[in-house]
């Protein structure tokens, strides 16, 4: 069945550094990869979507990309900032009929001032 | 745009006590999902609808736990009997109609404590 892989639990950086997230993935079809924050108290909220025929998405400064070669999608952002510290999510819409979302473990994001 | 309305934000239930979680998707979503979280699990899919028909259900607990949706504009999930380990936040989602074409909003969540 499909699912989503994501080791990173805990990135701790200071401001102006730059991050990077990976996850990898496992699916039957063409995947569409999605990255998702979640700042505490809210929901989850879409950052990010990246299919076969975009290959990457851009907004508020992060940038996704996929590599079909190595099942792997990476999120990135040049200089984050102290804002920027939440929980960040990759998932997987699945392959089969249901279109549910399959969420990696999330990373916790940390940027000190 | 109200977005994904989920009530109450916190509740608190006796275990053994019913408790009945609320949604309401936005307007014109076809599909309404709904997922637990909690810091072990992380993101877990319950159950899904697509207009109003139940798709699937295959991440619901099979006792206690039920979900329906009467009409196009809201969404429950009802568990009886409730248990410690029912306490999580719960979360709902909808789309415009799913899959890799759909943007998927979510609630800002249920916070369920058992006690």
């Known amino acids: 069945g499909d699912s989503v892989t994501q080791k990173q639990g805990q990135v701790t950086l200071s401001e102006d550094d730059f991050l990077f997230i990976n996850c990898t993935y496992s699916?039957?079809?063409?995947?569409?990869l999605l990255w998702y924050v979640q700042y505490l108290g809210q929901g989850p909220q879409l950052l990010l979507k990246?299919?076969?025929?975009?290959n990457k998405g851009i907004s508020r400064g992060f940038e996704a990309t996929y590599d079909k070669g190595t099942t792997s999608f990476h999120l990135q952002k040049a200089s984050v900032q102290e804002s920027d510290s939440a929980v960040y999510f990759c998932?997987?819409?699945?392959?089969?009929?249901?279109?549910?979302?399959?969420f990696g473990s999330g990373t916790q994001l940390t940027v000190m001032p | 745009n109200a977005g994904v309305i989920q009530t109450p934000r916190h509740k608190v239930t006796g275990k053994g006590q019913e408790a009945t979680l609320w949604c309401e998707p936005i307007?014109?979503?076809?599909?309404v999902f709904w997922y637990r979280q909690t810091i072990v699990q992380g993101l877990e899919f319950l159950t899904y609808?697509?207009?109003?028909?139940?798709?699937?259900d295959s991440g619901m607990p099979k006792e206690r736990f039920s979900a329906q949706m009467p009409n196009q504009s809201h969404s429950t999930l009802k568990i009886q009997s409730t248990q410690p380990q029912d306490s999580a936040v719960y979360l709902c989602?909808?789309?415009?109609?799913?899959?890799?074409?759909?943007?998927?909003?979510f609630g800002s969540g249920t916070r369920l404590l058992v006690i």
């Open positions: 998932a997987l819409v699945a392959s089969s009929g249901s279109w549910q979302l399959i």
């Open positions: 609808f697509r207009n109003q028909a139940p798709i699937d």
């Open positions: 699916t039957t079809t063409y995947p569409t």
């Open positions: 990246v299919t076969t025929a975009n």
């Open positions: 307007s014109g979503h076809s599909a």
């Open positions: 989602a909808s789309s415009l109609v799913g899959g890799g074409n759909s943007d998927y909003t």
